[in-house]
T-cell receptor
Framework: AQKVTQAQTEISVVEKEDVTLDCVYE???????LFWYKQPPSGELVFLIR??????QNEISGRYSWNFQKSTSSFNFTITASQVVDSAVYFC?????????????FGAGTQVVVTP | GAGVSQSPSNKVTEKGKDVELRCDPI?????LYWYRQSLGQGLEFLIY????????KSGLPSDRFSAERTGGSVSTLTIQRTQQEDSAVYLC?????????????FGPGTRLLVL
């Protein structure tokens, strides 16, 4: 069975602070895909990144960076120099399994609150 | 280009009534997905259409829920005899052609309230 755990329910930071969101996943499959989505107050899920299980290279996109470590089954997300516009709920998700590719297994989400 | 669109944006209905929710995927996307987001259950997979293959209905919570996809494009999610526990945001997503694990792009959702 697939499972995604986001242990942090809510993180509050002051603008310009860095914030790291944890994501731990469970799967028995050797091929799988991991995703991060942002859900701002408007409600729409916005895609941020997709990573396959064979590519452990960390990635940076502007103020966003991701640290994928298969050894600890983690795919953590860091926002550097946070801004008020980063306030949102962030979801980590997993796609895995021969019969389950179409099913994204989401974590519970982490609410990020950035105050000026 | 245009993203995934869903209608209506909001729907209020009375317990026991049937509702239909519509999803228009991104042009050229072959796969279409429905999810439900509620306070108690988080984001849950409901059903998945891939091309002309039989849909994966394994996430539908009861036989009151059904979905169809006409002409490989627009999809309708139908909930019969609605119950208060059906109140949630229903999200549709689509993904481009590919083998596995393609990125799913989500629409704005339909907020359903059952009174």
């Amino acid at each position: 069975a697939q499972k995604v755990t986001q242990a942090q329910t809510e993180i509050s930071v002051v603008e310009k602070e860095d914030v790291t969101l944890d994501c731990v996943y469970e799967t028995r499959d050797t091929t799988y895909y991991l995703f991060w989505y942002k859900q701002p107050p408007s409600g729409e899920l916005v895609f941020l990144i997709r990573r396959n299980s064979f590519d452990e290279q960390n990635e940076i996109s502007g103020r966003y960076s991701w640290n994928f470590q298969k050894s600890t089954s983690s795919f953590n997300f860091t926002i550097t120099a946070s801004q008020v516009v980063d306030s949102a709920v962030y979801f980590c998700a997993l796609s895995a399994g021969t019969d389950s590719w179409g099913k994204l297994q989401f974590g519970a989400g982490t609410q990020v609150v950035v105050t000026p | 280009g245009a993203g995934v669109s869903q209608s209506p944006s909001n729907k209020v209905t009375e317990k026991g009534k049937d509702v239909e929710l519509r999803c228009d995927p991104i042009s050229g996307h072959t796969a279409l997905y429905w999810y439900r987001q509620s306070l108690g259950q988080g984001l849950e997979f409901l059903i998945y259409f891939q091309g002309n293959s039989a849909p994966d209905k394994s996430g539908l919570p009861s036989d009151r829920f059904s979905a169809e996809r006409t002409g490989g494009s627009v999809s309708t999610l139908t909930i019969q005899r609605t119950q208060q526990e059906d109140s949630a945001v229903y999200l549709c997503a689509s993904s481009p052609p590919g083998l596995v694990g393609e990125t799913q792009y989500f629409g704005p959702g339909t907020r359903l309230l059952v009174l």
